[in-house]
């Protein structure tokens, strides 16, 4: 029997580690937390010191159990989660569970899953710290009174099942209000001046020169000016500039810099990028990945000069510190990056392959040499006005880390760069012959909505949140329906293009599309209405400046500065008053709505809110004498800028469309979006049809569309058992039986299958299903659930 026990939080982190020890040595998994607060009840009690009332979930009480009786059996136990506040917490309630004595347990940390680190740690044991403890159980104990006394306020106030949250309401602030940005933002136009020279390149040959005018020009007149300046004018070259130009290289990842480059780079989400890099992190490729350090240990830096001076030479090594600015830096304190920097490639799946090397990129990138360029401008002077233009051009002369790695930007195309682009030799006093000066009009942009990577750009930047909440913050507002990714699809407009040729200036009229964005985070109509509301009744929680203030007194509490009662004290005494004075106020209209006009037909009132189901439109109030009239908003409508003749055209709805075969076809909206209905069926209208336009011959077209695939998917039935259907998936034919569905042999044909014989295939698979290791004693069968 093994004298120690090694209890980590996930199964891979323990095969992992169990290869660096002995015999003597058996690593377990907790599953994560083995015990939390309860799902349905508040759980805190207020009125002694907000003490938690724990309780370990019915799926986690075999595991803990289990742990238990190891642990008696064992001489040592070593506590092994991770590192950061999360992972202390872990320890903590491991310990208190499992009632270890604390004679014989040990806690032990370490930021890499290596041989050396594990055996180091094992040398340099420490008790809990239950200062870390504190932090998070104040970060779980406040969001919990946050979420718990705001979200039934919302039910009251907005619609039911709507849920609040200390950083999830601040978050959905920030996505709000980028969005009303741009609404309210008006473009101003300016004329941009471009040429092109033909100057001669060493050899003689005539080359173009690229040149921008040095300032934009306010109006069409101005523009038009400047071309016929230009048309008379000589110009010449008034100085010429060159110097060295240095660039370094980015810090090596922190969990907020990786979320965001994976995004750009590769095309994860966040929550995707955490999931990778922890299978990294478990499986013992990088070190921690929730950091917001940029350090790197002596250890790594050392490795990484190593590695550069192999692969690429001398000259390319260049060690550095760096330093976290990041006040109350708190989780692991290394950055994120391989363990062994000699493994440029890594065995795994595609996603973590990708990763893994953007990551030892970037840490390879930050311990090398600087990029020298050299950086040229030239002045033109025109003979015939004040502007200039000016002509620039950079070439990379020693490409340093530039030879491994390149920083991305959010919004890509807005990055210009001259890299690259040699000028032609030229000198000063010299005269240029121009081939072409354009004026281009040119519009002012909005503000770029957020992607989910400059999100956390913008919540690091403010103190919302730490590397932990980002991806679980993100996650959870697209979940709850406040945001959601989608597509803006811009909208056409005309712009002036001013050119002049030899003597000639031609004046035309372009059109381009404006303002589209792709994967962007949209607030719903929910989102609009439950910010405005909280922002008006509590703007204390709502408060950039109160999210990050707390987030430093949790490092307070982390330093054993601040007892964390003493702050969940101070919050509630003047939080809960609040809740109970908004819950009692009364309001005329119910939150969020708006009140578009009268319904000429009617005489009544129009206005559109958040139902119980999402937005809509109501014609009439409660106090009318007969019942309003009600219906969903169009998917693309918002209840802040839907017109009074949108609202009036979905009462329209549901129209007739004429009989076929003797049945009734309509066509109306509902909560899932517009539907024909026919002979007790519904068929949904395929985007872009419009349920006021259709005609009947196209929704019958559509209605026996779907019957066909219907047929095709439902291949036989059978009356002795109506439970019992063989169906066509995505994967093949199979059996769907009570609730669970049985994929069919690859010899058999489904259409020929009797009853008998699907039930033994039924029966076969589940007794192979309760016979396997990963179901064994569960006591359920391995029928895929229906989803």
């Given at each position: 029997m093994p004298a120690n026990l090694v209890i980590v939080e996930s199964p891979a982190k323990a095969k992992t580690i169990e290869k660096f020890l002995g015999k003597d040595y058996k690593v377990l998994s907790s599953y994560g937390h083995i015990r939390d607060l309860k799902k349905k009840e508040f759980s805190i009690d207020t009125e002694h010191g907000f003490a938690p009332d724990y309780e370990i979930p019915a799926d986690k009480e075999a595991i803990v159990q289990s742990l238990r009786t190891e642990s008696?059996?064992?001489?040592?136990?070593?506590?092994?989660?991770?590192?950061?506040?999360e992972g202390e917490a872990i320890a903590w309630h491991l310990y208190e569970v499992l009632k270890l004595n604390p004679d014989h347990t040990r806690r032990i940390v370490f930021h890499e899953i290596t041989k050396t680190a594990i055996l180091k740690a094992i040398e340099q044991p420490r008790s809990i710290d239950i200062n870390l403890v504190n932090a998070q159980q104040a970060r779980r104990v406040l969001d919990r009174i946050v979420g718990f006394e705001l979200s039934p306020v919302l039910w009251k106030k907005v619609k039911p099942s709507l849920s609040a949250g200390r950083v999830q309401s601040v978050a959905v602030r920030l996505i709000v209000e980028r969005e009303r940005e741009i609404s309210a933002f008006h473009t101003e136009a300016a004329y941009r001046v471009t040429a092109l020279f033909q100057v001669p390149d060493a050899d003689g040959k005539p080359v173009e020169l690229k040149a921008e005018m040095n300032r934009r020009l306010k109006t069409k007149v101005e523009a038009q000016q400047l071309l016929e300046s230009c048309r008379l004018s000589t110009f010449t070259i008034d100085d010429i500039t060159t110097r060295p130009v240095k660039k370094s290289p980015a810090a090596p990842f922190t969990t907020s810099t990786l979320q965001q480059e994976a995004a750009r780079k590769l095309g994860f989400t966040v929550s995707q990028t955490m999931r990778v890099a922890q299978q990294l992190y478990e499986a013992g490729h990088i070190t921690y990945m929730r950091t917001d350090s940029v350090n790197l240990s002596q250890?790594?830096?050392?490795?990484?000069?190593?590695?550069?001076?192999r692969l690429m030479g001398e000259k390319y090594v260049h060690s550095r510190n760096y330093h976290t600015k990041t006040?109350?830096?708190?989780?692991?304190?290394?950055?994120?990056?391989?363990t062994y920097m000699e493994n440029t490639r890594i065995g795994g799946t595609a996603q973590e392959k990708k990763l893994y090397d953007l990551i030892w990129k970037r840490t390879i990138a930050s311990q090398m040499a600087d990029a020298e360029l050299q950086k040229t401008t030239a002045t033109i002077s025109i003979s015939r006005a004040p502007e200039q233009f000016v002509a620039e051009g950079e070439i990379v002369t020693f490409d340093g880390f530039l030879r491994v790695y390149r920083e991305s930007y959010d919004d890509d195309a807005e990055q210009t760069s001259t890299e690259d682009y040699l000028l032609p030799p030229l000198t000063q006093g010299q005269l240029l012959?121009?081939?072409?000066?354009?004026?281009?009009?040119?519009?002012?942009?909005?503000?770029?909505?957020?992607?989910?990577?400059?999100?956390?750009?913008?919540?690091?930047?403010?103190?919302?949140?730490?590397?932990?909440t980002y991806a679980p913050t993100i996650s959870t507002i697209q979940q709850r329906g406040y945001v959601e990714k989608g597509d803006r699809e811009g909208a056409e407009r005309t712009y002036n293009v001013m050119s002049l040729q030899g003597d000639r200036i031609t004046d035309l009229t372009r059109t381009e599309t404006a303002g589209s964005e792709k994967?962007?985070?949209?607030?719903?109509?929910?989102?609009?209405?439950?910010t405005d509301f909280l922002v008006q009744n509590f703007p204390d929680i709502?408060?950039?400046?109160?999210?990050?203030?707390?987030?430093?007194?949790?490092?307070?509490?982390?330093?054993?500065?601040?007892?964390?009662?003493?702050?969940m004290g101070s919050f509630y005494q003047s939080f809960h008053p609040h809740v109970v004075s908004t819950l009692a106020?009364?309001?005329?209209?119910?939150?969020?709505e708006r009140m578009l006009g009268t319904d000429p037909a009617s005489g009544k009132v129009v206005s559109v809110k958040i139902g119980r189901f999402g937005p809509m439109a109501q014609i009439g109030s409660i106090d009318d004498t007969e019942k309003p009239r009600f219906s969903p908003l169009k998917k693309g409508m918002s209840i802040e800028t839907v017109t009074l003749e949108e609202v009036l055209n979905l009462f329209k709805l549901p129209r007739t469309l004429g009989t076929y075969e003797g049945k009734s076809v309509t066509v109306g909206i509902g909560r899932f979006g517009p539907y024909i209905y026919y002979n007790s069926g519904y068929t949904s209208l395929p985007k872009g049809v419009d349920p006021m336009e259709i005609e009947l011959d196209e929704a019958m077209e559509l209605v026996r569309a779907k019957a066909e695939a219907t047929a095709k998917k439902h291949l036989k039935k059978f009356e002795q058992e109506p439970e019992l259907e063989i169906m066509n998936g995505r994967f093949g034919p199979y059996i769907a039986y009570k609730g669970s569905n049985y994929k069919l042999p690859k010899d058999v044909v489904p259409q020929e299958l009797t009853l008998e014989e699907c039930l033994q295939i039924v029966k076969v698979q589940q007794e192979k299903a309760e016979n396997s290791p990963k179901t064994k004693g569960k006591g359920r069968f391995a029928g895929k659930k229906k989803e």
């Open positions: 008696t059996k064992a001489d040592t136990v070593w506590l092994a989660s991770d590192e950061d506040r250890l790594a830096i050392h490795a990484s000069k190593e590695a550069v001076s006040k109350g830096a708190q989780e692991a304190h290394e950055a994120i990056r391989p012959q121009y081939k072409e000066i354009t004026a281009t009009e040119r519009f002012t942009q909005a503000p770029f909505r957020y992607t989910e990577a400059s999100l956390v750009r913008k919540m690091e930047e403010l103190g919302i949140g730490r590397p932990s994967n962007k985070l949209l607030p719903t109509d929910t989102g609009l209405v439950v709502m408060d950039y400046n109160f999210t990050a203030n707390v987030e430093k007194e949790f490092d307070e509490i982390a330093e054993g500065e601040v007892v964390w009662t003493n702050a106020t009364k309001t005329t209209h119910k939150t969020g």
